[in-house]
């Protein structure tokens, strides 16, 4: 049992990704430009038409919700800008690079040190503590260990887990298991997180744990997109992009954003005696 403390913004120690360029002095450059992005498998004699013509500009700091039924093309959309595959045409600019027809190497490269990934099914190596977890897509990045334990340290800290650094995954929650999916994913201090479906594998008042870390992350700066059909979730971004077919069938900003951490606070005053607004993660 720990309670869950994620740190406020702050001006010091930054574990955020780097000031963008401006357009002409004003509005930032995108994080992420996609240009009538069409993606196409054939199986066998079928051509199945997964993205016709997707185009989407995300700015530095927004929270964006991708959304849609199964079969509306989020998921062929969110492995595209995931650089975990190749659009059958049209363009794609991560950060201002255009990395549409990168080589496999390359996009490698890319997804290691700009885009950090929240999955569903957390992913953590199970005989490795959560300090280890979290400094492995550095080890790939050239940091020295020092470093690496500092910048892990840091992001454990950053999603409240700052006391649990030396846990197995099979001592922690599925809370806090996710937490540290986070952090590692935050550790190479990414252009963009891109989390899919990542409270998929989640009660509802765990699930509003993690979108309130979610929420305190974009607090700080960092871009975040998050793939789910659930439209809870989504109420909980600031902008909500909607698939249908393999196009973008509606993109509107949040009109009243809800707060997790709120609704979180809420859940567990009616449940426990007065103090209950510390989060306490529920035993594994």
């Known amino acids: 049992m720990t309670q869950h403390d994620v740190q406020s913004p702050s001006h010091g120690d930054q574990l955020i990704q780097p000031e963008p360029g401006r357009q002409n002095g004003s509005r930032p450059w995108p994080v992420i430009v996609t240009r009538h992005l069409v993606k196409t498998y054939v199986l066998g004699e079928t051509n199945v038409h997964a993205l ?7 700015y530095p700091g927004e929270f964006v919700a991708i959304m849609g039924p199964s079969g509306s093309g989020k998921s062929s959309f969110m492995n595209l800008i995931g650089c975990l595959d190749h659009p059958t045409s049209g363009d794609y600019f991560l950060a201002g690079m255009p990395v549409s027809r990168l080589r496999p190497d390359d996009l490698a ?29 550095m ?6 260990g020092k470093e690496q334990e500092r910048r892990a340290r840091r992001a454990l800290q950053l999603v409240g887990l700052g006391d649990r650094i030396s846990h197995l995954p099979t001592q922690l929650s599925g809370g806090e298991q996710q937490r540290v999916a986070i952090a590692r994913a935050l550790v190479n201090s990414p252009s ?3 989390a899919d479906e990542p409270t998929g594998n989640l ?6 744990e993690i979108m309130a870390v ?29 698939m249908r077919d393999g196009r973008i069938v509606s993109d509107k900003p949040v009109a009243a954003m809800r707060s997790a951490q709120a609704d ?14 510390q989060i306490q993660e529920e035993t594994p």
């Open 264 to 277: 979180w606070s809420a859940v567990v005053k009616s449940n426990s005696a007065p103090g209950g607004m």
């Open 214 to 242: 979610l929420q305190s992350l974009n607090v700080r700066g960092i871009t975040i997109i998050i793939v789910t059909h659930n439209p809870e979730v989504a109420a909980y971004t600031r902008r909500q992009v909607e």
């Open 52 to 58: 016709r013509s997707v185009s989407l500009k995300v």
């Open 139 to 144: 080890m790939y990045a050239g940091f020295s």
């Open 109 to 137: 490269d890319i997804r290691n040190r700009r885009i950090g990934f929240v999955f569903q099914s957390f992913n953590l190596l199970v005989r490795d503590t959560a300090l280890t977890n979290v400094m492995l897509p």
């Open 192 to 194: 963009l997180l891109l």
């Open 203 to 208: 009660d509802s008042r765990t699930s509003l």
